[in-house]
């Protein structure tokens, strides 16, 4: 049975893979100054990054509409497709699952929607495996089983360089970032079952980073790996240098979608691990 593989841009994948996978992507949007953009066009991560810090009225992040999912789905069903599974971010951290399943109960029990419970790559593994697996003509069951195979085995941990974007999420108190704020505190958070749990923090950034390193090499043998970062680029590039003796997989490196980044904030640095 002939299977299309849908996600969002909060997946993270990079461009040769969609391609090669046909992956279809609804992009998530963002808003700049009351000016919706949808994700990936009208600015670029590096810019958007670059900006971010100077920006008088913080951004935030909006849902595809329904349509946008309906008129996709139906024009995958009408290139021949018989059976759609769209993997979406968690649903405990964006609305875009929920309006991803209003959209497929319009089209009955074709269309199958997925709550990875994670975000960036740990959203895009699962989305890969999928269509790994839907490239080979699996069943609808069998992919399913590979999409929880990769979600139990995903690890997602960042430590950012402040803890006053994802205040602006409304997931610490303004006394908790004010005290990281001043002591210059990097917090680690994980995505865990779909929520952020606090991991701890670093008092300076060097030993952050290098606790960062021992955290990926303690899972041990890895699937997958992708280094993730908002506009860390260098630091990025150094973690893979000293990870590259340990690892056996070619991995990853993504500037992390602005979706993502605008609750994280610039600098950040994290990793998306998959154990075998």
């Known amino acids: 049975m002939k299977t299309a593989i849908v996600t969002d841009s909060t997946a993270d994948l990079p461009a040769a893979l969609l391609k ?3 992956i279809q992507v609804v992009p998530a949007i963002l808003i700049i100054n009351g000016q919706s953009i949808e994700d990936g066009h009208g600015i670029s991560r590096q810019e958007f990054y670059e900006r971010l810090p100077e920006m008088q009225t913080p951004p935030t992040t909006a849902t595809p509409s329904n349509a946008t999912f309906e008129e ?8 021949g497709y018989q059976q759609i599974i769209s993997i ?14 209003m959209a497929a109960r319009t089209l009955g029990e074709r269309v199958t929607v997925v709550d990875s419970q994670s ?12 269509a790994e697996a839907a490239a080979r003509d699996f069943s609808l069951e069998t992919i399913l ?4 195979s990769m979600r139990q085995r995903v690890k997602v941990v ?3 360089d402040t803890l006053k974007y994802v205040h602006r999420s409304g997931r610490v108190s303004w006394a908790r970032a004010r005290i990281g704020s001043l002591l210059n505190i990097k917090p680690f958070l994980e995505v865990k079952d779909g929520k952020v749990l606090s991991l701890g923090q670093s008092r300076t950034r060097k030993k952050g ?16 790996l992708a280094v993730l970062h908002t506009n860390a680029e260098a630091e990025a590039r150094q973690m893979l240098a000293i990870l590259n003796p340990d690892i056996d ?6 500037n992390v979608t602005t979706i993502v980044g605008t609750h994280v904030g610039p600098n950040g640095l994290g990793f998306a691990a998959v154990r075998k």
């Open 20 to 22: 090669q996978y046909a």
């Open 72 to 79: 996709l789905y139906e024009r995958l069903f009408g290139q």
């Open 88 to 101: 979406h971010v968690g649903s405990l951290l964006s609305g875009i699952f929920a309006t991803a399943q």
């Open 119 to 130: 975000l960036s790559m740990g959203l895009g593994f699962q989305v890969l495996a999928a």
């Open 145 to 148: 089983e590979q999409i929880e």
């Open 158 to 160: 960042a430590m950012l």
């Open 209 to 224: 980073i290098n606790h960062l390193i021992n955290l990926v090499r303690n899972l041990g043998a890895l699937e997958r």
């Open 249 to 254: 997989v070619e991995p990853f490196y993504v």
